[in-house]
């Protein structure tokens, strides 16, 4: 091997031409002509050697790029970039924020707050986006702006400031919107659905019946119709008067006496308005009751909400129907749960308030036990109507003939349906009547007071017998039988629906089915024998 000179003869690993070392760039270049100059042919090894040098530098430098590629990446979570370096990024990584220099081949364009992002092993560079980590957190309920940031209500009812993700802003967010945020740089990064979302708690009553099908409620219905078509087509003189809308009814009264029924007709005739887009959003009893704590406060604001959504996206007229609204229990209890969830209650009832088409509807049986902070003027407590049963022959004539129309199937004889009526009517309310006397009641005084027919009747049991008096109907023809309605029918109905109220009659349960003033006391309910056991249906198959 070729000696460079006496002096600095060449090593047998190749030229020493001291790369690596501390000499700068001008004193390599002088060793090279120094070399050069005193051994001219020396200059081809030490261009051989120059180039070995470099490929073996840049082996070097791509099995360093390997293993840094191959080293563990660091997720963190994108802020902003700085403003004073275009190159540089400020991150959140294991709850400290850092500033980090951004790869060459990552597009500042595409880093957006609240983005996950992948760091190098020493979190000293943003090497990538990271949008298959999927966003977690913990749950903040929105309360309000604050500024291009929001206030979040976390645990224990701690408000913390949070700044928006990318992804989140101009986003219109309403109180109590669950949010995604990290607890450790405070950013929230998305939206979640609370569990009542998912489904919907309130339940679309069919608007499906009209008042002609009810019989004694025309004047309810009429005054209830009067108040909101008031308001909703006639707008411009109410504001001219200033006269603030009703904002709930109570209708109460025992049970199948139309409550209900009610309420669906006057959807169905608001609906028949022009521009008016009536719905019956009917809330189950004990719905928002949850045994776990804090949940049925959750459930009540979930409740309200949707309703408030139905209304204000949908364009529509709500009628938010409670059916036994006594379930929502007293505040009497100081320690048991009604004493906690009912305050929630009345505040969302009076946060609608601002709301102009929602009416607010109670029904109850049991006005005893309602709450008095539910019947005061603004909820509940607007207008109180009792439906009560249809206690008289008259009554109950009227609401047969809603039922009985000319255009049904009668018995050869028995045409006209108001010959049924007065048979049926008769047997009900006549003193001597068959049906009229159905069981006595004993009270623990001694005294006794006969069940009567009016005692028990309701438009719902109207209707039931009704409908049973066409299914005997319907068996006698499919049997090859006399087809048609008759006055026989509808007797034999009415004896197997009453029949069946007096069977739930328990000295428990008499007061309240039978409505009797609470300082009598029933010890016995005596059935009174018949002459014949009601048949369900008055025909015998064939084999």
Not at 161 to 186: H, K, M, P, T
Not at 407 to 423: F, H, K
């Amino acid at each position: 091997m070729l000696s460079v000179s006496k002096e600095k003869p060449v090593k047998s690993n190749g030229l020493d031409l001291g790369l690596g070392n501390t000499r700068s760039l001008e004193e390599e270049c002088e060793l090279v002509e120094s070399i050069c100059e005193r051994n001219p042919e020396a200059v081809v090894p030490l261009l051989m050697e120059t180039l070995k040098q470099k490929h073996r530098a840049r082996e070097q430098l791509e099995q360093l790029g390997e293993k840094l590629n191959a080293s563990q990446w660091r997720p963190g979570i994108f802020l902003r970039r700085m403003a004073a370096f275009t190159d540089r990024a400020l991150v959140a990584v294991g709850g400290q924020r850092l500033s980090v220099a951004i790869a060459p081949d990552v597009d500042p364009d595409d880093l957006e707050t609240g983005a996950a992002v992948f760091l190098d092993a020493g979190a000293n560079l943003l090497v990538s986006l990271a949008p298959e980590i999927p966003p977690v957190g913990s749950i903040g309920v929105y309360s309000r702006p604050h500024g291009d940031r929001a206030v979040l209500v976390g645990p224990g009812d701690e408000e913390i400031v949070v700044e928006l993700g990318s992804n989140l802003r101009g986003a219109v967010f309403s109180a109590g919107d669950l949010l995604v945020f990290d607890r450790d740089v405070l950013v929230a990064v998305d939206v979640v659905d609370s569990r009542h979302q998912q489904a919907s708690i309130l339940r679309t009553l069919k608007a499906d019946k009209s008042i002609e099908e009810l019989g004694g409620l025309d004047d309810v219905f009429d005054d209830i119709l009067s108040e909101i078509e008031l308001h909703l087509v006639h707008p411009e003189i109410v504001s001219r008067h200033q006269l603030k809308p009703v904002k709930g009814i109570l209708l109460t009264g025992p049970p199948g006496v139309g409550k209900t029924s009610l309420i669906k007709c006057l959807a169905g005739k608001l609906n028949e308005l022009s521009n008016i887009n009536a719905k019956v959003l009917a809330a189950p009893p004990s719905i928002h009751r949850a045994k776990w704590f804090g949940e049925s406060e959750e459930r009540i604001r979930a409740m309200f909400a949707e309703a408030r959504k139905a209304v204000e996206s949908e364009g529509t007229y709500a009628l938010l129907v409670f059916d036994d609204v006594d379930h929502l229990g007293s505040r009497d209890g100081v320690h048991g749960i009604d004493s906690r969830i009912l305050p929630s209650f009345l505040h969302e009832i009076d946060e609608l308030r601002s709301v102009d088409r929602i009416l607010l509807v109670g029904s109850t049986n049991r006005p005893d036990l309602l709450d008095r902070a539910l019947l005061r003027p603004g909820r509940f407590g607007d207008r109180q109507y009792e439906i009560p049963r249809p206690s008289s022959r008259q009554a109950t004539a009227d609401i047969l003939a809603r039922y009985l129309g000319d255009n049904l199937p009668y018995r050869d004889g028995e045409n006209e349906p108001q010959s049924m009526i007065d048979r049926a009517t008769s047997a009900l309310y006549a003193p001597n009547g068959e049906l009229a006397n159905l069981a006595t009641i004993h009270f623990r005084s001694g005294s006794t007071r006969a069940v009567t027919p009016e005692m028990l009747m309701s438009g719902a049991l109207v209707e039931a017998a009704v409908q049973d008096a066409k299914r005997r109907s319907c068996h006698r023809a499919v049997q090859q039988e006399a087809a048609g309605i008759g006055a026989d029918d509808l007797l034999a109905a009415f004896d197997v629906q009453l029949t069946a109220v007096v069977d739930r009659l328990r000295p428990e349960t008499a007061r309240q089915l039978l409505d009797l003033p609470h300082d009598l006391d029933v010890v016995k309910v005596e059935r009174t024998p018949r002459k014949t056991t009601p048949r369900r249906y008055a025909f015998t198959r064939k084999e």
